[in-house]
Nanobody, 117 residues
Framework: QVQLVESGGGLVQAGGSLRLSCVASGSIFSINTMRWYRQAPGKQREFVATVTNIGSTNYADSVKGRFTISREGAYNTVYLQMNSLKPEDTGVYYC???????????WGQGTQVTVSS
């Protein structure tokens, strides 16, 4: 089992920046994908960004050019650098771990991001 702990959320004005962190611990398989999702009030959880163990990345269209996902520390820490934040980026951001060749996945508890206009 893998445990995930997110941090770095907060309140920021539109146009500002935040960096989210996700620290993974436990039985981490070396081949894996880490993702960030977010959930706005009254809406379904949506994909934000992904990074594989070899550093391949992908982003939702809504955040391309503004958000950057990265990982370090033998793959156990993942970051989401969020720039040019918009009020519509407001929500709870969740870190997700998915083990390759398996259905095993884990979720963090989430961190709140609020962008004021």
């Amino acid at each position: 089992q893998v445990q995930l702990v997110e941090s770095g959320g907060g309140l920021v004005q539109a146009g500002g920046s935040l960096r989210l962190s996700c620290v993974a611990s436990g039985s981490i398989f070396s081949i894996n994908t880490m993702r960030w999702y977010r959930q706005a009030p009254g809406k379904q959880r949506e994909f934000v960004a992904t990074v594989t163990n070899i550093g391949s990345t992908n982003y939702a269209d809504s955040v391309k050019g503004r958000f950057t996902i990265s990982r370090e520390g033998a793959y156990n820490t993942v970051y989401l650098q969020m720039n040019s934040l918009k009020p519509e980026d407001t929500g709870v951001y969740y870190c997700n771990y998915h083990r390759a060749f398996s259905t095993e996945e884990s979720w963090g508890q989430g961190t709140q991001v609020t962008v004021s206009s």
